[in-house]
């Protein structure tokens, strides 16, 4: 199987969802939000096969690999979204990217598949 070639860094991950995902985050312009999407999508292609790998050395029947793997089945579903025709669009499913990332990121963590 083959992995990701770019580190995954749990700390970027989340310090990036959360430009967007913290109480106090500032509301970025289309261009920012197209950056954030951008970085955000590629992120996941990095983390996803990562838990994937991770997850299929757990027995079948384990609970931790079910919820990645469900958790990685949504963030897949997430990637095929467009990104929307208005900024109100683009913000709503780039914010449902970052919700990704953050649970990608967690389930990276409790698999051991970040260093």
Do not use: Y
Not at 19 to 30: F, N
Not at 74 to 92: H, K, N, V
Not at 96 to 103: C, E, F, N, P
Request: charged residues 25%; glycine residues 6%.
């Amino acid at each position: 199987m083959a992995h990701a070639t770019a580190p995954v860094d749990l700390k970027t991950m989340r310090e990036t969802a959360s430009l967007l995902l913290a109480p106090d985050a500032d509301r970025p312009d289309l261009g920012q939000l197209d950056t954030l999407r951008l970085a955000l999508t590629g992120m996941m292609r990095v983390v996803i096969p990562e838990i994937e790998a991770a997850a299929g050395r757990l027995p079948e029947d384990d609970v931790p690999r079910a919820c990645a793997l469900a958790c990685v089945g949504e963030a897949q579903i997430r990637l095929r979204m467009e990104p929307g025709d208005t900024f109100e669009q683009r913000l709503a499913r780039t914010k449902k990217l970052a919700r990704s990332i953050r649970a990608l990121a967690d389930h990276c963590q409790t698999l051991g598949c970040a260093s």
